[in-house]
């Protein structure tokens, strides 16, 4: 990940931490706050963010950047395993996109 993007990151995982960290957001039964406790790249353009809750317990979130359009930014969720799962399936269903486009490399 570049310098540039890896600091935006960062910045944009700190503004999270913030939101979350709202005593009147909704969800936040327990008015837990949140600290950025790591943030791990996963590739050019995806990370692990950890957060340190208030009551000592952690919780992650998956950040992905877009790079252009509207919707350029940074954009995360907190996965579910459900979420996981899915992700793990969609690997499998990209390299069969990929192996389906290989031949049309080489023209008619």
């Known amino acids: 990940m570049n310098k540039p993007l890896v600091m935006s990151l960062n910045k944009f995982a700190e503004t999270v931490a913030k939101r979350f960290s709202k005593p009147d957001r909704e969800g ?10 790591e943030v791990i790249p996963t590739s050019d353009q995806t990370a ?5 809750k208030s009551t000592k317990k952690l919780g992650m979130a998956f950040f992905y950047y877009i ?13 579910t395993d459900s979420h996981v799962v ?14 389906y486009n290989v031949s049309k490399n ?3």
Do not use: I, Q
């Open 28 to 37: 936040n039964y327990k008015a837990e706050t949140f600290s950025v406790y």
């Open 48 to 52: 692990v963010v950890f957060f340190k």
């Open 67 to 79: 790079n252009r359009g509207s919707s350029m930014g940074w954009k995360y969720f907190f996965p």
């Open 86 to 99: 899915g992700m793990m399936a969609t690997h499998y269903y990209k390299l069969e996109v990929e192996r």
């Open 106 to 108: 080489f023209g008619n």
